[in-house]
């Protein structure tokens, strides 16, 4: 059974930083590009960060980068994303999902991992 089990939200201050985890089982992770997007209730969900099989390539939301860092684990099947430099704009719900190989489109997503950037 496919899973996208993601851990490392909370609270953080402006500035601050928070990495997310992303643990993929029940498939070939090294298999897959993978993707994090975020969600704010009333707004349309948005890709922030992707990242290819070996990681050579990881486009980033352009908001984003130079502060996100996107990478994998493919040894033990996890997607991270390190956040740096957090803004009080990157509050959000932010999901790990999991490319169609041959469609790029998500065919598998995480539970959602809340992000609360405030003061």
């Known amino acids: 059974q496919v899973q996208l089990v993601e851990s490392g939200g909370g609270l953080v201050q402006p500035g601050g930083s928070l990495r997310l985890s992303c643990v993929a089982s029940?498939?070939?992770?090294?298999?897959?590009?993978m993707r994090w997007y975020r969600q704010v209730p009333g707004k349309e969900r948005e890709m922030v960060a992707g990242?290819?099989?070996?990681?050579?390539?990881?486009p980033y939301l352009a908001d984003v980068k130079g502060r996100f860092t996107n990478s994998r684990d493919n040894a033990n099947g996890t997607l991270y994303l390190q956040m740096n430099s957090l803004k009080d704009a990157g509050t959000a719900v932010y999901y790990c999902?999991?490319?169609?190989?041959?469609?790029?489109?998500?065919?598998?997503w995480g539970q959602g991992s809340q992000v609360t950037v405030s003061s």
């Open positions: 999902a999991r490319v169609e190989a041959d469609a790029g489109r998500v065919d598998w």
């Open positions: 990242i290819s099989r070996t990681s050579r390539s990881t």
């Open positions: 029940g498939f070939t992770f090294e298999n897959y590009w």
